[in-house]
């Protein structure tokens, strides 16, 4: 090994004996210093005279460079860097990391401690998990990280909320730059959440596919919104962010549940983005209304006609759920009649009608456990007839369907309505073969749900049908097969309308891509581009295209739409992947795909599975609503976009 100064590895000479910040000579006679060293890099040199040249000798490899005063130090300073046989180990920081390959195997290595790269941990450990900012100054935790690693210096509250705020802005910017490179739509679900202190915060979602063809879905602002709620109010949240991150001409839909406040909020929004030509179909779809909200006024609307039906069943669980000492009388009476004791009696809450219908099917389990401790418990007075035990029967039996579609509603990580028609669909059917039931009261509750049911699906099925058109299974096919048992006389008219807007959109993602203007894999895509076929002298058969164009009518052009329908469909399959499905097959159809991926991206629900069932609203934890409406929205979006990078569907 040389270096650029001429160095060499030869020892020297056995006369010299080098001493460090002096000189001597090749035969051992120390002379007077020159000057003193004062560069740190004489640490790791010992200087000598040979031969009248200056030279310094590694204390490590014994290599020997020229130490001329005009050479000054720099080639000393770079062998030291590069030295292999110098160990520069800091001993108060160095030590042996731990890991663990599974099968019994562990690997020890060098670990360094990084004091920064602690703090960030620290920080994301707190965003991910919803641990309050004050857990730094626990007593305990302090004790737990000192034992872990003596060299963290635990920081302060104010710290740590800094180095949140830091993650925060580094991953906004990120997903800012990430969703205007996007090139599709964008769905958005807004909902409003309550503090325990009463303010209200308006969360934003916003919900795409990518170019891999996988549904994601982000919040992007959590936004503190001062009273009174209006829809004036509400409007200019929503337009601030839409502009804010480029989104008024990349939103397709907004998804709101059902009150007037966003009814209003959202005809605002309309008339502000139709200025710019950029919602699809004129605005026709932009309105989606909350699916799993929809449902909830529908079953609730059926519940209040069977209150009283109902109401010894809720008593007689309200008694034997009380105390211990009763639900331990229960359990031994169950289990004197055989009956396994797998689930506990629940009482319903006024806000949650799935409660309700867990208690009645937990309860009709055991209906046989009632009478016999009426027996014993001269306190318990109220035992359900055998007539309302039916009546529980047939109740759960229907809401049994309400329960499970609200479930599939409120799903986020699969395409939404080429599912949910056909279940929306299910759910019409079933309320008009309740409306011809023998009982009065099942007939009196599908009435009032069938109420609420025209008065909201009218507008929202649109979305779900035009889907369920593009699902290669189900085609138009599903529409005439639907339609005819909700619609009855007027299916038709009713199928013809969903049609048309399907061909509407076609027309406006070709108006608006380049895809309109060429010829598709099947013919001309567009009957202007018949237009632009002139005569070339050069080419002979030049007349005979614009003879064959002469005598093809417009009428005989054939649209991407129109081979896509009339390609058979494919036989159901329960594992079939719709996205997987275009993501393939999409390049025959260039335009349809760009629609597909924006359709299949809207949600139907603002709510997540936990929320579905709820009338009560989202609450922020107590140890967040304390907290300043900037820091709390860093941790609630960081939150989603940090556990989209843990489970592996992190934006690039």
Same mark, same amino acid.
């Given at each position: ?143 737990? /990280? ?5 060299? !963290? ?148 609307? %059926? ?14 669980? /309200? ?50 456990? !009632? ?58 059917? /079933? ?93 001309? @895509? @567009? ?16 007349? !005979? ?7 093809? %009518? ?57 929320? /579905? ?11 967040? @609503? ?27």
């Amino acid at each position: 090994m040389t270096s650029e100064e001429g160095e060499n590895f030869s020892m020297p000479s056995a006369g010299s004996t080098p001493i460090t910040g002096s000189t001597s000579t090749t035969d051992g006679t120390l002379v007077s210093k020159r000057r003193k060293l004062t560069s740190v890099v004489w640490n790791d040199f010992d200087k000598i005279i040979e031969d009248g040249q200056d030279y310094a000798i590694c204390k490590h490899c014994k290599g020997k460079l020229k130490a001329d005063s005009k050479n000054g130090t720099k080639h000393l300073h770079v062998h030291i860097d590069r030295c292999m046989k110098r160990r520069n180990v800091d001993i108060r920081q160095q030590l042996l990391a731990v890991e663990r390959k599974g099968h019994g195997k562990v690997q020890i290595g060098g670990f360094t401690f990084d004091q920064e790269m602690s703090r960030e941990k620290l920080a994301r450990a707190i965003i991910l998990h919803e641990y309050p900012l004050s857990i730094v100054d626990h007593v305990g935790f302090r004790d737990f /990280a000192t034992s872990l690693q003596p060299l !963290f210096k635990m920081v302060s509250r104010n710290t740590i909320k800094g180095d949140i705020m830091k993650i925060y802005e580094v991953e906004k910017d990120k997903m800012i730059s990430y969703l205007e490179k996007l090139q599709s739509r964008v769905a958005i679900t807004t909902d409003m959440w309550t503090s325990n202190q009463k303010k209200g915060y308006m969360a934003i979602t916003v919900h795409y596919i990518d170019e891999s063809w996988l549904l994601h879905h982000h919040i992007v602002r959590f936004v503190y919104v001062p009273p009174p709620h209006t829809k004036e109010v509400l409007s200019d949240v929503l337009m601030d962010f839409l502009l804010d991150w480029n989104m008024d001409r990349k939103v397709s839909t907004v998804t709101v549940d059902n009150c007037s406040s966003n009814d209003g909020m959202i005809n605002i929004l309309v008339e502000k983005l139709c200025l710019s030509d950029s919602l699809l179909l004129n605005g026709k779809i932009f309105h989606m209304r909350c699916a799993a909200h929809v449902l909830n006024l529908i079953v609730k609307e %059926g519940l209040d006609v069977i209150e009283v039906e109902i109401e010894k069943i809720r008593e007689s669980v /309200a008694y034997w759920s009380a105390t211990p000492s009763r639900m331990e009388k229960f359990e031994d009476a169950a289990r004197q009649l055989r009956i396994p004791c797998n689930k506990k009696l629940s009482l319903d809450c006024k806000t949650r009608w799935n409660s309700t219908y867990l208690m009645l099917s937990i309860a009709i389990t055991y209906k046989d456990v !009632f009478p016999r401790l009426k027996q014993r418990e001269k306190y318990y007075m109220v035992v359900p007839t055998e007539e309302e035990w039916n009546m529980a029967k047939e109740i759960c039996g229907r809401l049994k369907l309400f329960y499970n579609i609200t479930e599939l509603f409120s799903g986020r990580n699969y395409p939404t309505a080429n599912t949910f028609f056909i279940k929306v669909c299910e759910i019409k059917e /079933a309320l008009y073969d309740w409306l011809i039931c023998s009982n009065d009261v099942v007939k009196t509750m599908a009435s009032s749900m069938l109420q609420k049911f025209d008065k909201y699906w009218s507008g929202c099925h649109i979305v779900m049908a035009i889907a369920a058109i593009f699902d290669p299974r189900y085609k138009i096919k599903i529409l005439e097969f639907y339609f005819p048992l909700m619609y009855g006389s007027e299916a038709s008219n009713e199928i013809e309308k969903i049609r048309g807007m399907c061909y509407e959109l076609l027309s406006e993602y070709q108006s608006k891509s380049n895809l309109g203007q060429k010829t598709s894999s099947y013919g001309t @895509s @567009s009957g202007s581009t018949l237009l632009e076929l002139n005569y070339d002298e050069q080419d002979p058969l030049s007349k !005979f295209d614009l003879f064959v164009h002469s005598t093809i %009518g417009e009428s005989h052009t054939k649209s991407e739409l129109d081979y896509y329908l009339e390609e058979s469909i494919l036989p159901r399959n329960s594992n079939f992947d719709v996205l997987s499905w275009w993501k393939t097959n999409g390049i025959k159809y260039p335009t349809l795909q760009m629609i597909v991926r924006d359709i299949y991206a809207i949600p139907v629900s603002t709510v997540a599975s936990e929320s /579905a069932f709820s009338t009560g609203g989202r609450v922020v934890s107590k140890h967040r @609503s304390r907290l300043h409406p900037d820091t709390l929205e860093a941790l609630m979006c960081a939150q989603s976009w940090l556990w989209k990078e843990k489970e592996g569907n992190r934006f690039t």
